[in-house]
């Protein structure tokens, strides 16, 4: 048994947004893989709970007619995964959500709880930072989207108004950001399953046509300050660079203009600061080789 | 304290189609193991770090303890028990887990056959890296885990008609 004072359980999303305003102190739950977990370790004792695990109509993965990429906010990292619009056009998120915690939780796991924890570690946090994901938010006013950055406004706290009834209903990835481009992502931890990231990189590359000139290079990173982050003075550096191993080398090196990271019990701001460097160079490279570009 | 609230939940349990009142605050596997004696979905951390309590749902494996017992409305639920013949034979990979002797205590060994369902029903081959990924849900504190992986790896050449196979059955 949980230690909840109630459930209201949502059957569409504007069922969600009615129960929201009705009980604005309930806590959203979507797959239960963290809202669970924290009421059992008494955090969240007590509480109401709002399921939103019937919606089914925000579910699975489309191309919308202004052809970004939609992934319906309660769909499964598995799922993510296994999709075949994800494999195409945006393979890096498939694979970063895959390395979330292990197979049982990815099946249960969705893409929106990871995004509206608001923590720097999640998995996918920094691929959609990296690919300038747009959140797609639905309250009593109808619904509004909004840049991921601005999404995230410090940690464990997301730009989603209770007094407005809002849920996240969906990611867009927009054509802009995945049209001709390719990306991989390094997740650091002590642990290959079952465990939270050290350090998570996500890197994404255009090249020019000729492949000899980075035109649009964008990373960003999670557990490298209190939200995930772009590393913008890198890739001010690199874009417009030829592809060399060289510049790639600099690109590494000018992450640390960027990030934040601190000291904790996983690992000394100094250790991250290192794999930073280490992981934007090794994606890169990744990325220039999914890119058809040679170094 | 708000008065206890509870909801009557249709599902299919091993096949069987079930009505069965649940408290809202009931896990999928309080309810198994409750209300359907279901004693092989194992409690063990209750948190969905153990994978001991793992079963499938519609096909798929889940912690039933980070499962609300009213979000199995409409589901196929399978566990251990579901597996076995109508005269309690057993299936494949539950003899494979003894031939291996990928048993020592035995309290990882549903979750972990559980999950080894999911991953033979996709008939598909899959390399020794790929198979300890989709393995690495489940904790056995035995350390049992070489066992464990080959008896999944010779059950999956088995049905795939590659048992024979020097280069594979290593």
């Known amino acids: 048994m949980y230690d909840m004072s109630a459930l209201y359980e949502a059957k569409s999303v504007q069922d969600a947004v009615r129960l929201r305003l009705e009980h604005p102190e309930a806590q959203i739950i979507a797959g239960g893989t963290d809202v669970l977990v924290q009421m059992r370790e008494g955090k969240r004792a007590g509480k109401s709970l709002i399921s939103i695990q019937k919606v089914n109509e925000m579910r699975g993965i489309s191309i919308d007619e202004e052809e970004n990429i939609r992934i319906g906010s309660l769909t499964t990292f598995t799922h993510i995964t296994n999709d075949p619009i994800i494999q195409q056009y945006i393979n890096v998120l498939g694979e970063a959500v895959d390395m979330v915690g292990g197979p049982q939780i990815r099946n249960a796991g969705t893409i929106g709880g990871n995004t509206c924890n608001g923590v720097t570690s999640a998995d996918s946090a920094s691929t959609l930072h990296a690919w300038e994901a747009i959140v797609e938010i639905t309250g009593k006013n109808g619904v509004r989207r909004i840049p991921i950055k601005e999404f995230y406004i410090k940690a464990g706290t997301v730009d989603l108004r209770v007094e407005d009834g809002e849920i996240q209903t969906a990611i867009l990835i927009p054509k802009a950001s995945y049209e001709n481009t390719w990306g991989h992502y390094i997740k650091y931890a002590m642990r290959n399953a079952m465990d939270i990231a050290t350090l998570g990189t996500s890197v994404n590359a255009r090249l020019s046509a000729d492949k000899k000139t980075f035109e649009r290079v964008r990373i960003a990173f999670g557990v490298a300050g209190p939200v995930p982050m772009r590393a913008l003075n890198a890739e001010a550096f690199i874009n417009g660079k030829d592809v060399t191993l060289e510049n790639i080398e600099a690109f590494g090196r000018a992450v640390l203009q960027d990030i934040n990271p601190r000291d904790s019990w996983r690992a000394s701001k100094a250790f991250r600061q290192h794999i930073a460097a280490e992981s934007a160079k090794r994606c890169l490279i990744e990325s220039v080789k999914l890119a058809g570009g040679e170094l | ?170």
């Open chain 2, 1 to 170: 304290m708000a008065k206890n609230q509870y909801q009557l939940v249709t599902c299919w349990i091993n096949g069987r189609e079930v009505e069965q009142m649940v408290d809202v605050r009931a896990s999928l596997t309080d309810m198994l193991r409750g209300d359907f004696h279901l004693t092989s979905v194992k409690k063990g951390c209750e948190v969905g770090e153990c994978g001991a309590c793992n079963v499938l749902i519609d096909g798929e494996c889940f912690n039933s303890c980070l499962y609300l017992a009213v979000w199995a409305e409409g589901k196929h639920i399978t566990t251990l028990e579901g597996l076995t013949g109508p005269n309690g034979e057993l299936s494949d990979i539950q003899q494979a887990f003894i031939d291996e002797t990928a048993i020592q205590c035995g309290f990882c060994t549903p979750g972990f056959i559980m999950t080894a369902v999911e991953i033979l029903n996709r008939n598909r081959l899959y390399s020794d890296e790929e198979l300890r990924k989709l393995l690495s849900g489940h904790l056995c504190r035995c350390t049992g885990y070489e066992n464990i992986f080959r008896a999944v790896k010779k059950t999956m050449l088995r049905r795939l008609g590659m048992l024979d196979d020097p280069f594979l059955n290593t």
